[in-house]
């Protein structure tokens, strides 16, 4: 069964920093991986995917992810972090080629940008 | 607009009394979810559907009911609801997750069992 870990319960970092938060999975075969954010009182929005190809994707709001297979993970990268960025993050994991059916989120990771 | 619309978007009821939370999605979408948010668990699937008339269970599906007559509507459906059963809860719709496709989250609704 696939399975999503995101090691830390909050990451901090000033605005203008670099901001990483940090996913791995277990899941056989070729997994699909997803980021989906869920910003203050507000739903869950998709972020990006990693289905196949360039080991690095590129999402919505300047957000990027970098698939390691080696390392099974999949960490949310942004190069320069907003105070409007501060949200809640799940990573999630689908086994392969199911796309979006059968996803497996990750305990979420409270991101907080201080001006 | 493409939208995803839960009703009702809050809900306090009693142990035992049925209830239904509707989605529906505009977008023509065949692949629509549940899921359940729970603070410290993230969110958890509870059904899924692929299509009209097919659906299959989700890691949660104990307590919960789904039918899927129409393409754009997906409700949920708790016979008895228990105190375990609050939560926050969302339904999703998208296409079947290809590299150029977004899956589309309702506002949620809020439920409180007594």
């Known amino acids: 069964a696939q399975s999503v870990a995101q090691p830390e319960d909050q990451v901090n970092v000033a605005e203008g920093n670099p901001l990483t938060v940090k996913c791995t999975y277990s899941?056989?075969?070729?997994?699909?991986l997803f980021w989906y954010v869920q910003y203050p009182n507000r739903g869950l929005q998709f972020l990006l995917k990693y289905i196949t190809g360039d080991n690095l994707v590129k999402g919505s709001y300047g957000f990027e992810a970098e698939f390691n297979k080696s390392q099974t993970s999949f960490h949310l990268k942004k190069p320069s972090a907003l105070v409007s960025d501060s949200a809640l993050y799940f990573c999630?994991?689908?086994?392969?080629?199911?796309?979006?059916?059968?996803?497996?989120f990750g305990t979420g990771t409270r991101l907080l940008v201080s001006p | 607009e493409a939208q995803v619309t839960q009703n009702p978007r809050y809900l306090i009821t009693v142990t035992g009394k049925k209830l239904t939370v509707t989605c529906s999605q505009n977008m023509n979408h065949e692949y629509m979810s549940w899921y359940r948010q729970d603070p410290g668990l993230g969110l958890r699937q509870i059904y899924y559907s692929m299509n009209v008339e097919v659906t299959d269970k989700g890691d949660v599906p104990e307590g919960y009911k789904v039918s899927r007559k129409e393409k754009r509507n997906f409700p949920l459906i708790l016979e008895s609801p228990s105190p375990n059963q609050t939560s926050l809860y969302f339904c999703a719709s998208s296409l079947r997750g290809g590299v150029q496709e977004t899956q589309y989250f309702g506002p949620g609704t809020r439920l409180l069992v007594l």
């Open positions: 999630a994991v689908s086994p392969p080629n199911t796309g979006f059916q059968k996803l497996v």
């Open positions: 899941v056989s075969g070729n997994p699909y």
